[in-house]
């Protein structure tokens, strides 16, 4: 099993930053994907970025790139999601999830596959 906690969200202005982690504890070993996902109500869970176990593989959304950076400490076992220039449109429930295959790109990686494992959410709101 593994378990992921979030931390970090926060109401802040648009234009912002934030900078979110995850914490996994648990069965964290060899070939495995982590990523940020982040949702609405009303909305579907979607992919923000993702980073391989070995550092490799970073990709965004669309939407965040240039704004984003995922990051690794593996001693740690943490992932970091840095946001810079928040939006109102970045206003949602983040996810950190683990998958223990090799990283899909954000916009493939399907919220609803059963392999994924889910922290409980830290809300971000960007005022305008």
């Known amino acids: 099993q593994v378990q992921l906690v979030e931390s970090g969200g926060d109401s802040v202005q648009a234009g912002g930053s934030l900078t979110l982690s995850c914490a996994a504890s648990?069965?964290?070993?060899?070939?495995?994907?982590m990523g940020w996902f982040r949702q609405v109500p009303g909305k579907e869970r979607e992919g923000v970025a993702t980073i391989y176990a070995d550092g490799g593989s970073i990709d965004y959304a669309d939407s965040v790139k240039g704004r984003f950076i995922i990051s690794q400490d593996n001693a740690k076992n943490t992932v970091y999601l840095q946001m810079n220039s928040l939006k109102p449109e970045d206003t949602a429930m983040y996810y950190c999830a683990y998958r223990r295959a090799y990283c899909v790109t954000p916009a493939s990686w399907r919220a609803s596959w059963q392999s994924n494992y889910w922290g409980r959410g830290t809300q971000v709101t960007v005022s305008s």
């Open positions: 648990g069965y964290i070993f060899g070939s495995y994907c």
